[in-house]
């Protein structure tokens, strides 16, 4: 038991911990057992019955309302995708922009933003990058607003050092401004709790296969239900408001869809999505706001032995800047990560570290082990050196 919830029987649902020290849920999160259930459930009915497909749709719907729950959207304005960048490629094209406008976003934010974004430039759209810092708020983007500026695109978290930026007052900015504002919520949803009402975001974009527990390939996208103006490029029947019935397509009838919808293209992953309804469920049982306090008090725990360690933090210390469980610590990659895989603690090579990222299951054990490594790893060298 900790402070927040019962993290020993949360740990019972993930069996990887008993292979390794598992400190990577930034890259994929490990499977649990009620996502393995459930797309087990599907398997066997796909493999029995090849179906019944109304059932699955139903769960479809049941997934989009509990996901639309943890955002604070209306399932209305929930979309399924594959990933993120299809999501962000879905907003960048669906934003009405001309040659001329421009756009705003940070310079090196994740390349999976940045290149929907970027890809626009042969439309003559200007994408234009605020340098980044450990504190980007409304304010960093301010002056470079002028008369042309359409949008702002940027991640709620970084996945390279883990800061989390203040995205409502971007929101609040773009309202100011009337701009569109995209967020790119890949690296936090499922640990950081987002209310996109609160935001002011025009799209959302995520990936579920970090903190929303998944496999890879399947994505979301949120849209503002009150932006009637944004609409899809591509089109499919499931995309349009009348599809029609006995499956001849009318030319004269493709008004999109009223919904998010709009957005969406043919079948659904299915086992992904009923995957993800338990994993929305076990979210939901643990509370986002405890997952946050869990993660930002075994974060507090590795900055102290990083301390302790004398190894720099990359990213912002301040629990006001920093997201819960992302951390980079500045050891060489290439010198650490193969170290870290042979004592079994799995963690990922980053652009000026290592990255540790928590899930749910972590305890203050998993920050101790992987402390021991390095301590052990160091003592060694030292011992050679003497
Ligand atoms: C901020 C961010 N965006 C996007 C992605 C991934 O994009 P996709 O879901 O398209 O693979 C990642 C990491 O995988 C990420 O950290």
């Known amino acids: ?57 139903e769960r479809v719907d049941a997934a989009r309302c509990k996901l639309a729950a943890l955002l604070n959207a209306a399932p209305e304005e929930i979309a399924f995708t594959k990933n993120t960048s299809e999501a962000m490629n879905i907003a960048a094209n669906a934003l009405p922009l001309k040659s001329g406008d421009n756009v705003l976003m940070i310079h090196g934010d994740h390349p999976n933003n940045a290149y929907a974004f970027l890809n626009l430039k042969k439309k003559g759209i200007d994408i234009r990058c605020i340098p980044m810092t450990d504190a980007i708020n409304g304010d960093a983007f301010r002056a470079q607003i002028d008369e042309n500026t359409r949008a702002i695109s940027m991640s709620y978290v970084t996945f390279h050092a883990g800061h989390r930026f203040d995205i409502e007052s971007v929101g609040a900015l773009c309202k100011e401004k009337s701009l569109y504002f995209v967020i790119d919520i890949m690296q936090a949803v499922g640990v950081v709790p987002i209310d996109v009402k609160k935001v002011g975001a025009t799209f959302i974009g995520s990936g579920t296969h970090k903190g929303l527990l998944v496999p890879q390939g399947l994505g979301l996208l949120y849209w503002d239900r009150a932006r009637t103006e944004l609409e899809p490029v591509y089109l499919a029947a499931i995309s349009l408001e009348n599809p029609p019935a006995d499956f001849i397509a009318r030319p004269d009838d493709m008004a999109p869809a009223s919904t998010a919808g709009r957005f ?41 032995g990083l301390d302790e360690l004398d190894i720099k933090l990359v990213g912002p210390r301040d629990r006001s800047l920093r997201a819960p469980h992302i951390y980079v610590a500045a050891l060489h990659a290439e010198e650490w990560v193969d170290y870290f895989a042979s004592k079994d603690v799995r963690l990922s090579p980053e652009r000026d570290g290592v990255r540790i990222s928590l899930g749910m299951f972590n305890t203050a054990a998993d920050i101790e082990r992987l402390l021991e490594v390095i301590k052990e790893r160091r003592n060694s060298h030292s011992s050679r050196a003497a």
């Open 1 to 57: 038991m900790t402070e927040y919830y019962d993290v020993e029987a949360v740990r019972k649902l993930f069996p990887v911990v008993k292979k390794m020290t598992y400190l990577d849920s930034g890259f994929q999160a490990p499977m649990s057992t009620p996502v393995k259930h459930s797309i087990e459930v599907f398997i066997k009915e796909s493999y029995e019955t090849a179906g019944p497909k109304s059932v699955w749709l």
């Open 264 to 304: 969406e293209l043919g079948n659904f992953n299915l086992p992904a999505i009923q995957g993800l309804t338990a994993a929305l469920d076990l979210i939901a049982d643990v509370g986002i706001e405890n997952i946050q306090a869990h993660c930002f008090a075994l974060g507090d725990k590795l900055i102290a």
